[in-house]
């Protein structure tokens, strides 16, 4: 596994903290903020908030700016909630995430579906509520993620995983889903930490490309270390794919193929930003993608 820079780590701490500070409120819902914390510092890989800021320290101001940091609380708070209606029993039924059970088995499903509605407004609120985001960037931002999590992005991406699932899918439209599923808030994760970071158009193109080939081999990754790692490890239930007869890319490709697929995806996100200064964060992150265990 490729250990992220020393400041990389650092700053996915100052996230962990900035997301821990987002529950140091009083409630009139208490149980609801309870399973909302429940939800999002039960660890995770924080990989969508560290390529807001990585992609943000592309102007050379390094990795911790505020309006970036704003940016990445947002992300994972937005991706958190996928997660936890992802879970629920009408979705893909986990009882497992991120290494202890899902927010519907240690609430209930209600409190899941409410946790996932409040996390996504919480989102918007605090890019809205930002001091550090300038007006027109905040138009921006919340463009980009409401598209990355609607009808053509993520939720787009779900709705067609579960009308396939017991069916055949070729490769061509097996790669449109998890774009949409997966790879879109990826994509949404670069793009914003550009925009923050008060990047130009083309530096923004390039995050996008780099990121969509980023999203898919992020994709690849997961179908292979679903066949091929156990529960402890993934942190979520191993071999749910092969089981509920989902198309994958070790499916389709078998283990080998899907294994070169995902190492060819990486060339090419790093392809689109390695001639850029201060892209080493994002060379790392992109590494550590495809190297993960879990």
Known sequence: MTHLPSELEQAACTIEQRLQDTFKQSSLAPRLWEAMEYAVMGGGKRIRPQLVLASAAL?????????????AVAIELFHT???????????????????????????????????????????????????????????????VMTQAGGAEGMAG?????????????????????????????LRASAVMGGIAGGLGRAQIDALDRYASHLGLAFQVVDDVLDATMDSATLGKTAG??????????VSLL??????????????AAI???????????LLAIADRVVERSN
């Open 59 to 71: 102007n050379g101001r390094g990795l911790l700016q505020e309006a970036a940091l704003d940016a």
């Open 81 to 143: 909630y996928s997660l936890v209606h992802d879970d629920l029993p009408a979705m893909d039924n986990d009882d497992f995430r991120r290494g202890r059970p899902t927010v519907h088995k240690v609430f209930d499903e209600a409190t899941a579906i409410l946790v996932g509605d409040a996390l996504q407004t919480l989102a918007f609120e605090t890019i809205l509520q930002s001091q550090h985001i300038g007006y027109e960037q905040k138009v921006d931002i919340l463009t």
């Open 157 to 185: 991406g779900q709705a067609i995983d579960l009308e396939h699932v017991g069916q055949a899918m070729g490769l061509t439209e097996l790669e449109q889903m998890h774009r949409m599923k997966t790879g879109a808030l």
């Open 240 to 249: 749910k794919d092969a089981l509920a007869e989902k198309p994958t890319y």
């Open 254 to 267: 078998d283990l080998d193929k899907a294994r070169a697929f995902a190492r060819k995806l990486h060339l």
């Open 271 to 281: 392809a689109e930003i390695k001639d850029e200064d201060h892209a080493s964060f």
